[in-house]
């Protein structure tokens, strides 16, 4: 007996880092705030066919109404039940998109936030997505319920009940962040009614969690929660299957709390991904992409099987979170690209993809004083994503995910999926090359002079397309087409000054 509860043990601890994505999909996307009757139409006529993996939803769960600023996007963060009702949607309309989006091979992952309740300072009534009354004063969330016995006040020892201290461990797990109410999770109450939410989401078919602010609760406490979770349902997923768990753990280094410390549970979001990738592609502090032939583990980041990985995030993207200046966004869109291509192309972790929208920014003092404001909204309500004859998104929305550059990239990430780093090549500088076995090959010019060179590709002789200039369509290509000899080898010629300054080929876009 004691042998099989060991492999059980064992078989949850590597399972729940398995994305449960279809063979053949390797990364998903980041639906930031997007209402679920969209989500299922862009899984069918966009995801599906396009070979992403799946799509990381805005928490589901009734939150907090904030009119004050008027409906920012982290009201979401402020719990105040676990109905399945919130501005993006109710239960009907999720239960719809995560079959619509299911039946099509893409995957759904929800944001769940189990660590809080709403702020201390929410006050009392029924502002709230579903008309739920609480009492954010008295700890009273007659919906769950909770009420003051299921809350850390008594555990936390700083003065004004919130964290103060990030190297101290206790102090980051039993005080208030950001005055949101902390949770009791050694308590198998809070536990049970953690778990009983996150079974719903699962019985309904989502394919895992993020798991947010993770680094605010104790490993063992999610691991326990974690314990009362079913298998994922059967009726897309192979019997026995786990919930994908990917914990929000910000470790930047220099604080008490390590990203290692949650392996046990799961995969990691790893925040000095985009960081340091930010500032190689920015150039800045003497970076060079050059340096980046032993990107990974060699860059201090986590073991590449641990790493939920990419190059901003909601927070982030809004100067929020971790990561600081150097993380690109859409808003360095040519950066941006260069980026997202190489973290598509390079083999470490599990990649996920942002959509994000856009805002008025006002930037004061070097601070964006409007990094509140929520999604695309008619008082209040969230705006319809609608899709231009160019196949971009309008309303506001950015749809990174359909740029053409990225969109292509998730394809070769598809394509390559299994095959080595290879044929690696640099300039001593910001021009580079990689390949990936005999399936896939990238160059970048980040230099500010032109790069023009002969390189071996590792790939089979022939005519291909890139993927990043154009399309393979109808055995025709819309955009460059570079030539591999018998030998493998290729010329490439890209200019500082072109609007991609990449080129991606591999064996799918050969002509």
């Known amino acids: 007996m004691k042998f099989f509860l060991l492999l059980s043990a064992i078989g949850l601890c590597w399972a729940q880092c398995h994305p449960n994505t279809k063979p053949g999909r390797t990364a998903i996307v980041h639906l930031f705030e997007w209402r679920w009757v969209d989500i299922a139409k862009e899984c069918e006529r966009y995801l599906g066919p396009k070979g992403f993996g799946g799509v990381q939803v805005s928490p589901p769960n009734e939150n907090i109404v904030v009119n004050n600023p008027p409906r920012p996007w982290w009201e979401r963060y402020q719990p105040i039940s676990y109905k399945i009702c919130t501005r993006s949607g109710n239960e009907n309309e999720f239960r719809d998109m995560v079959t619509r989006c299911n039946n099509v091979g893409v995957r759904i992952y929800v944001d769940a936030v189990i660590n809080h309740m709403c702020g201390a300072g929410g006050g009392a009534g029924t502002s709230s997505t579903c008309g739920s009354y609480y009492n954010a004063n008295n700890r009273d969330f007659p919906a769950v319920p909770y009420s003051g016995w299921d809350f850390n006040d008594g555990k936390c020892t700083t003065s004004n009940g919130e964290i103060q201290n990030y190297n101290n461990a206790n102090e980051v797990r039993n005080c208030k962040l950001t005055g949101l109410l902390d949770l009791a999770l050694e308590k198998d109450y809070v536990r049970t009614k953690i778990a009983d939410y996150l079974n719903n989401l699962i019985s309904i078919g989502v394919a895992g969690f993020r798991l947010d602010a993770a680094k605010h609760m104790w490993p063992g406490d999610i691991k326990a929660v974690l314990n009362k979770l079913n298998n994922l349902n059967t009726k897309w997923f192979d019997a026995g299957s786990k919930p994908f768990i990917y914990q929000e753990v910000i470790d930047l280094g220099g604080e008490a709390i390590s990203s290692s410390e ?11 991904y ?19 032939k032993n990107w990974g583990e060699g860059w201090g980041l986590v073991p590449s099987d641990k790493a939920l990985v990419f190059v901003d995030n909601h927070d ?49 003092n070097g601070k964006d004083v409007n990094d509140w404001i929520g999604p695309p909204n008619n008082n209040g309500a969230i705006k319809e994503v609608t899709i231009n004859a160019d196949t971009t998104c309008g309303n506001g929305w950015v749809c990174e995910h359909r740029w053409r550059q990225i969109r292509n990239m998730v394809a070769f990430r598809n394509v390559v999926d299994g095959q080595p780093f290879t044929n690696w090549w640099d300039n001593g500088s910001n021009q580079v090359a990689f390949g990936r076995g005999n399936k896939g090959f990238i160059v970048f010019n980040n230099d500010d002079w032109s790069l023009s ?27 460059i087409k570079i030539y591999v000899g018998s030998d493998g080898r290729a010329q490439f010629s890209i200019s500082n000054s072109a609007e991609d300054p990449f080129i991606a080929i591999h064996v799918e876009s050969k002509l």
Not at 274 to 291: C, H, Q
């Open 274 to 292: 985009g960081a340091k990738l930010g500032t190689v592609i920015r150039k800045w502090n003497g970076e060079k992409m050059a340096y980046l």
């Open 453 to 479: 060179t002969s390189l071996q590709t590792g790939l089979p002789a022939g005519t291909y397309c890139d993927v990043i200039s154009g399309d393979k369509v109808n055995g025709n290509c819309t955009g």
């Open 316 to 364: 982030n993207q809004r100067g929020h979170g971790a990561g600081g200046a150097s993380i690109l966004t859409f808003w360095d869109a040519r950066l941006y690209k260069v980026a997202v291509g190489f973290m598509l192309a390079h083999p470490y972790g599990f990649t996920r993809v942002m959509s994000s929208y856009r805002w008025d920014r006002n930037f004061q």
């Open 262 to 272: 949650y392996f046990g549970n799961g995969c990691v979001t790893e925040f000095k």
